[in-house]
């Protein structure tokens, strides 16, 4: 019952998201039916529609869940974009600087570097909030600016790959991650999708065993619930604050497992299609629960990969539909804090002295 | 006057009013009593325009009338003070009272004739009040007497009064029934919606008592009596005195000295006080709130920051002043907030979680190297408390929202004394909680004394602490002015304490 509730709203959302994009491509002069045919079709068409999806998904559920780990802590980190840039830069530094390394140890170090390094990025704001309460908001987001800065500038002048392309040189074979076609039949190798998606699952459920099976994870959220309750019970807030963001950002740097070790083979400028930010619609409409996560990041990727086709075949709809539908669903997602605010409202009036 | 016919009210599945008929006479004071959830304040919402009846009849001066916003209300001449008040802090009395109403044209505001019609008014009623004063600067009681000046200069008729008296001292309550008396005799009508029995006795004329959402009797105030009137809200009968054998006081267990809480504002907000407390007896501490209770037991809970704190806290002649609030509680302090919401309970966790709390961290109710949560140990934990303590619904996996206050707080002892605290401190033990709960609250607390466990107590109810306390501290402007045996001090004693006299 609870479960069917919670899942209801992201439901009525998506389809009311549709809904309202249908009728735009109608005023378009197009045909929504055909339209979405196309997009789910190419999303989901085997193998290079359902790869590409699941290769779109591996960043969208590392920012999902790093958002949400902040999130149960009662932090936003709009910050997941830098923490993933540095993450990227980090895992890519390792592979170049140690590449005759064996594929035994060079993984492990650049799976290592990605997390310290995300990780890292990601305390500096918690350590902010904890020490003098400067709101994290603020810190994340000018963290972004420096941290692209950061890894734009180190790529330049430190590790260019000679060319016109903003990019650095090559990862040592030791670092490369499987792409899932080595293991699947009928699923080609060109199809970026690697062992990261697998990575980005088994991250969901230790997330889960996190935060609902230990001391930890209670402490965590606890302090996000109430934190007044949460020291009351021995908590330590600011502590709190600081394990979150940085578990936050480590997940937010695991993108570059995916981007670096998985796809490119290199650490690419700019490579990041806005994950970070998007990651928070992802979490938004996965209720803040890692199986939520999972599957909103697996329908923002239908809808990214859906998009590029309905942009070549279709006569007047663009990709550009594809954001429209993502921001009707990010509105009707969070137009429901009014529906459950009159709830909440209902819980008041139940407790209210009468 | 008014009158309510068939009144049905429902907030999704609950049915906060289910027909409820009241009549109030014009001329009269009428209280309108019920436990927490009773439906006394619905009644009054919708009569203010607050909320819309499902269905049912607001009748005013025999009219049938359609109230559907508080604009209609007092457009009909009927007026509501809620239990919080709603001023601006930042503005003059003046100004609160014309906000909404303003005198002069649509460009001026006509503040001089504001204030003439104010003196005016609150000359008539003897509410004094000076209208050119701030009125964050007023006690709680002239503020309150701001709200009545406000329904009275809308002209209203009719004033309602939501749980008016919670906030004053019982020297503050007598000057509030004097004026509401005098309202009286100028011909205005008085609703008064309480749960406190012995003040429905001292004011009202008439008294309509509700239970679950229904009207259970509607009588004269001479005809009944405080037993009365407990058994019609409570559904059964009540045991109002706390039947208590005297204390068997041990050794001492807490021992504070000279401890001063200064706020950041550079406020003390506790100054230099020192108190001990002994094993199997209920230390009570009374006063006005804000005078230092809260800062009083946060302090001693570990949850005031060293840096604003000063002196020196002994647990059975350990120094624990340096101690945060988890090695406290570890070393025997519980801890029943004053504020369930704000700091007992975590509102969305289930009962279950709720009841680890500050516990959450022992080896018993972990697995797996004192890691990861020990359902099992956790669920057989909290089913105990459940079972022990009357928790109802006794479902753990109910969210702590679900419960009514009475329960919620019932959890929270149940947590709290399975610790088997050395010391308890306790703030508020029964604030909104139902007739029947506080019985069993007040049961509870003794028996945890008679084992021998040092209780301190805090209530803003005089009643209550009075009852409870084997030994009473009256704290004011955050100094301990007074020291008396309960039994032997009167209520107007140390009301007089509270506010600060030093007569005594």
Redesign the interface.
């Known amino acids: 019952m609870i479960f069917l509730r919670q899942l209801l709203f992201p439901l009525i959302a998506v389809i009311a998201a549709f809904i309202v994009g249908g009728i735009l491509i109608l005023l378009i002069g197009d045909n929504p039916i055909e339209a979405y045919r196309l997009l789910l079709g190419s999303a989901l068409s085997w193998p290079d529609g359902i790869g590409y999806t699941l290769f779109y998904a591996t960043p969208l559920i590392f920012t999902g869940l790093a958002v949400l780990v902040a999130f149960r802590c009662g932090l936003l980190n709009i910050g997941a974009e830098g923490q993933l840039y540095v993450g990227a830069f980090a895992t890519a530094w390792v592979g170049i600087s140690l590449a005759g390394m064996s594929a035994w140890f060079l993984v492990p170090l650049c799976f290592l570097a990605a997390i310290v390094a995300g990780g890292a990025w990601g305390a500096i704001p918690g350590i902010l909030k904890a020490r003098f309460g400067s709101h994290e908001v603020i810190n994340t987001i000018m963290l972004n600016f420096i941290a692209v800065a950061l890894c734009s500038y180190f790529t330049q002048y430190h590790y260019k790959n000679p060319g016109p392309i903003m990019e650095t040189t090559a990862i040592g074979s030791g670092a490369h991650v499987a792409r899932l076609g080595k293991f699947i039949p009928g699923l080609p190798e060109r199809i970026p999708v690697n062992l990261a998606f697998l990575i980005a699952l088994l991250c969901c459920l230790l997330v889960y065993l996190f935060l609902w099976?230990?001391?930890?994870g209670?402490?965590l959220?606890?302090t996000g619930?109430?934190p007044?309750?949460?020291?009351?019970?021995?908590?330590?807030i600011r502590k709190q604050i600081i394990i979150a963001m940085t578990i936050s950002g480590s997940l937010a740097g695991m993108v570059g497992i995916n981007e670096v070790l998985g796809y490119r083979y290199r650490y690419y400028d700019g490579f990041s299609d806005n994950y970070g930010f998007t990651g928070i619609a992802v979490a938004l409409l996965g209720r803040n629960h890692p199986v939520g996560v999972i599957v909103a990041a697996l329908l923002f990727a239908v809808l990214q990969r859906g998009g590029i086709h309905v942009d070549g075949f279709s006569e007047y709809v663009t990709k550009d539909i594809v954001q429209v539908l993502q921001g009707t669903i990010i509105l009707f997602v969070a137009a429901e804090a009014f529906f459950s605010g009159s709830f909440s409202k209902?819980?008041l009036?139940?407790?209210?002295?009468? | 006057m008014i009158e309510l016919r068939n009144i049905t009210k429902r907030?999704?599945s609950?049915l906060?009013n289910d027909k409820v008929s009241i009549v109030v006479k014009p001329g009269t004071i009428h209280a309108i009593v019920?436990e927490?959830?009773?439906?006394?304040?619905?009644a009054m919402r919708i009569a203010y325009g607050f909320y819309k009846a499902d269905s049912g009849e607001i009748l005013i001066d025999g009219q049938v009338q359609i109230i559907s916003t508080p604009h209609d209300a007092i457009a009909l001449g009927v007026g509501m003070v809620h239990?919080h008040f709603m001023l601006v802090e930042t503005m003059t009395v003046a100004e609160n009272i014309v906000l909404g109403a303003e005198p002069g044209n649509a460009a001026a505001l006509d503040l001089t004739k504001a204030s003439a019609d104010i003196q005016k008014l609150s000359e008539e009623f003897k509410l004094a009040v000076n209208p050119n004063a701030v009125v964050e600067h007023l006690s709680v009681g002239q503020q309150q007497r701001v709200e009545l000046l406000k329904a009275l200069y809308r002209h209203a008729r009719l004033l309602i009064l939501?749980?008016p008296t919670a906030v004053l001292t019982p020297q503050e309550v007598e000057e509030f029934f004097a004026i509401l008396r005098r309202m009286r005799e100028q011909g205005k009508t008085v609703v008064i919606i309480t749960?406190k029995l012995s003040e429905v006795l001292a004011i009202s004329d008439e008294v309509t008592v509700m239970r679950d959402g229904r009207v259970v009797g509607q009588v004269q105030t001479k005809d009944t009596n405080a037993a009365e009137l407990a058994r019609l809200m409570v559904g059964r009968e009540v045991l109002l005195r706390v039947e208590k054998p005297d204390a068997d006081v041990g050794v001492t267990a807490l021992s504070v000295r000279n401890l001063t809480v200064t706020h950041a504002d550079g406020n003390k907000r506790l100054d230099n006080i020192s108190f001990e407390v002994h094993k199997g007896e209920i230390l009570g501490i009374a006063g006005v709130e804000g005078n230092g209770q809260t800062e009083l037991i946060e302090a001693l809970?570990g949850?005031v920051a060293a840096s604003l704190l000063s002196g020196e806290m002994r647990l059975e002649g350990r120094d624990v002043t340096r101690l945060?609030?988890?090695?406290r509680?570890e070393i025997g302090i519980a801890?029943i907030?004053e504020d369930r919401h704000?700091?007992?309970?975590?509102?969305?966790?289930s009962l279950s979680?709720n009841s680890?709390?500050?516990v959450?961290?022992r080896p018993g109710l972990?697995s797996y190297g004192?890691?990861?949560?020990n359902d099992k140990a956790i669920r057989k934990r909290a089913d105990q408390i459940i079972a022990d303590f009357d928790v109802r619904p006794a479902n753990q996996d109910l969210p702590a929202?679900?419960l009514?206050?009475g329960n919620q707080q019932k959890l929270i002892i149940g947590r709290e004394f399975d610790l088997r605290p050395k010391l308890l401190l306790v703030s508020q033990p029964t604030r909104?909680v139902d007739i029947g709960a506080i019985e069993f609250i007040h049961r509870k607390l003794v028996a945890l004394r008679d084992d021998g466990c040092a209780v301190l107590l805090i209530s803003a109810e005089l009643e209550e602490v009075t009852a409870l306390s084997d030994r009473l501290l009256i704290i004011h402007e955050g100094k301990i002015v007074g020291d008396v045996d309960p039994k032997v001090a009167t209520i107007e004693e140390i009301g007089l304490l509270m506010t600060g006299s030093t007569k005594h």
Not at chain 2, 342 to 349: A, I, M, S, T
Request: aromatic residues 8%.
């Open positions: 099976r230990t001391k930890w209670y402490e959220r606890a619930s109430n007044s309750a949460a020291e009351y019970g021995g908590i330590s209902f819980g009036l139940k407790r209210a002295k009468v | 907030f999704g609950v906060a019920g927490n959830g009773a439906g006394k304040s619905t239990q939501d749980e749960h809970a949850l945060d609030a988890r090695a509680r801890h907030p704000r700091r007992g309970l975590l509102l969305d966790f979680e680890i709390l500050g959450h961290h972990l004192g890691v990861v949560l929202r679900a009514s206050g909104g």
